[in-house]
């Protein structure tokens, strides 16, 4: 093999390497925020304005920035559904105790359940509330807001089938109403109604906020992993991570930090976790506001949504609905949303760069899924699918690649020939290369087209819900996790765990899958024709070994694909070989097949041979020495 091709392959093999720790020490830099808006205020606008804006949860009246009642002991309204389980406090009406039914902080079904929402005396307050902002004439103490003492008018449990609503009336003849549903998953709907029964026409805004005081207590830092708030507005989708929302450029009074959308049509905004979310969605049709805020004073994350304000004739009754999603980013239940009309709801999952392969990646593995009812199977069909939807491209290569390693023999004597002049030796490389009609740069295809592939199904599996939890078999039953399994247990077979991920004694008692990753890349490395450099060899050499180590702390979902990708590799190139004729060994030893006498096809095949042997010993290759 000439040096240009020798040095192709070994760029090719060790982009992979390059990549992954580009990636992991350098991750993308943070998009520029703008903000095309003018910067939030935290005190009432006039009734003048389009759209008013919502107060921080501090009022600006000097009231207490957390409500002055506990929530825990504040009266409750119990909500009971199929997939959620917690409570509305009546202080402020706030969704504050939220547990998910389906989902357990860990594997056994003992651990407790996963909880999304939490109320101010809670560990990690994260609530969301509704309110109004006043307009001329009113002040905040005329309408409700984080501290309002509600009662419950109406219903007892907040059921599918039950419906609550609240009532609060002020000294000015408003009486507020909040009636509150939801459905079999994870969707709320909130109709705020205010009805005049004074004699003065009001105007007021109607706003819902989405608060939590403090980073998320399980937030991964991960860059390949979006955690922070969402704005869709109109259809252009905003990302703030929870580090930029505290050194926003945009600055607003008492030192509020935001980032605001002004939505004409349709939008939500709100926070997304690994694999939990929140967002406010008002009507579609319906213009709105869409902030993003950061208070320092108080360390608190809050996304708003303000509706335009509103004027309440005397006698008038005037509603604004707004929904609330509180939940797991299914892709199922999320996809059903966005086909009952939320605009592009689905993009609440980071799909990544790649996401045009991501995307139809997940769909295809989703669907596997569910009809092989194995996690660990349907990826290892998936990359059945793939590898078919790829053979018509990879042909030529593998031949190709059969093919220079059968003209390794006389690459060598080339190369003895030569004696170091390289001039001559790149010279009968190419005539040999245009002899046998070889194309030595086309081995290079196959791992080219792996590379978006294997980060797309990277990204599929560590982003999406449906990995978390995902039984394969045996002790395989996350593979959104590393290979539970290691030498230090036995590969399973001892009731104790292996080695921390994160430790560095995982990276040398590593576990089965990781094994025999570096097992079956070896045993594809010998089908592949091998450099002639020393130097060149020894890196290809070490290579399986060192992507055993290297992907052993990646999700165990993604190793068995990569197993899997190595095996299908190693039996198509095995069996192109034999379709031309060769017979290669687990050691990558080939040898013509044996040719019967009268045999037309293998007289045809031997007659084009001797293959690049002008020694006049065209059927036995001859050693290097």
């Known amino acids: 093999m000439d040096d240009q091709n020798k040095n192709l392959l070994l760029a090719t093999g060790l982009s992979m390497v390059v990549i992954l720790a580009w990636f992991l020490l350098f991750p993308p830099p943070e998009q520029p925020v703008q903000d095309p808006n003018a910067p939030v205020a935290t005190a009432p606008q006039s009734t003048d304005s389009p759209i008013a804006t919502a107060p921080t949860i501090a009022p600006p009246s000097g009231e207490a920035p957390l409500p002055a009642t506990d929530a825990v002991e504040a009266p409750r309204v119990k909500l009971d559904t199929p997939r959620l389980e917690g409570s509305i406090s009546l202080t402020g009406g706030r969704f504050d105790d939220l547990r998910l039914k389906d989902y357990h902080v860990e594997l056994s079904v003992e651990s407790p359940t996963v909880r999304l929402l939490d109320p101010v005396s809670g560990p990690n307050p994260y609530y969301a509330l509704q309110g109004w902002v006043p307009g001329a004439g009113l002040g905040f103490e005329d309408v409700p807001g984080a501290n309002t003492p509600w009662t419950l008018e109406t219903g007892e449990t907040l059921t599918p089938a039950t419906p609550v609503t609240l009532r609060w ?39 819902s906020i989405l608060a939590r005081h403090g980073e998320p207590a399980d937030l991964k830092n991960f860059f390949v992993l979006f955690e922070g708030a969402l704005q869709m507005s109109d259809g252009i989708l905003e990302q703030t991570k929870y580090s930029a ?109 790649f996401f045009f392969l991501t995307k139809p990646i997940f769909a295809v593995l989703h669907w596997l899924n569910l009809h092989i009812g194995n996690m660990g199977l349907a990826i290892i069909a998936l990359t059945l699918l793939l590898k078919a939807v790829l053979f018509p491209l990879a042909y030529k290569s593998y031949a190709s690649m059969a093919k220079m390693k059968e003209l390794q023999p006389e690459m060598e004597k080339i190369k003895e020939r030569a004696s170091g002049d390289r001039e001559k030796l790149q010279k009968e490389m190419m005539a040999l290369y245009k002899k046998e009609k070889v194309n030595p740069a086309a081995g290079c295809l196959p791992i080219l ?131 031309h004729g060769y017979k290669p060994d687990i050691l990558g030893n080939i040898k013509s097949s044996a040719k019967k006498p009268g045999d037309k096809k293998s007289s045809d095949k031997t007659d084009k041979k001797p293959v690049a042997n002008s020694d006049k010993k065209p059927d036995k290759p001859q050693d290097s020495k």
């Open 169 to 207: 009336e002020n000294a000015s003849g408003l009486v507020f109403r909040r009636t509150i549903s939801v459905d079999e998953d994870f969707l709320f709907t909130v109709a705020q109604s205010v009805e005049n029964t004074g004699g003065t026409a009001v105007a007021l805004a109607p706003y």
């Open 245 to 353: 929302m505290t050194d926003l450029d945009m600055v607003a009074t008492e030192g509020a930090q935001a980032v605001v959308q002004r939505v004409e049509q349709s939008g939500w905004v709100g926070f997304t976790d690994h694999y939990w979310m929140t967002a406010l969605i008002p009507e579609a049709g319906t213009p709105f506001k869409s902030v993003v805020k950061y208070d320092a004073g108080r360390d608190i994350y809050q996304t708003e949504a303000v509706m335009p304000t509103i004027n309440v004739a005397p006698g008038e009754t005037k509603q604004v609905t707004m929904q609330l999603f509180a939940g797991a980013k299914e892709w199922e239940t999320i996809g059903a949303y966005q086909k009952a009309g939320i605009d592009r709801f689905l993009d609440a999952i980071d799909w990544g760069w």
């Open 449 to 579: 087209l792996q590379i978006p592939i294997f980060f797309s199904l990277y990204k599929v599996i560590f982003v999406t819900l449906e990995l978390r939890h995902a039984n394969f078999f045996g002790p395989f039953n996350d593979l959104s996790a590393p290979d539970p399994t290691s030498i230090f247990n036995l590969f399973g077979l001892l009731p104790w765990a292996a080695p921390d991920p994160q430790s560095i004694l995982a990276l040398v008692f590593i576990g089965i899958l990781p094994l025999l990753l570096g097992i079956s890349m070896w045993m594809q490395q010998k089908l592949n024709p091998a450099p002639t450099d020393p130097t060149q060899q020894m890196i290809f050499a070490w290579m399986p070994w060192v992507f055993m180590f290297m992907l052993g702390g990646f999700a165990s979902g993604l190793v068995v694909y990569w197993i899997t990708n190595n095996v299908i590799t190693f039996a198509q190139q095995y069996l192109i070989m034999r379709s």
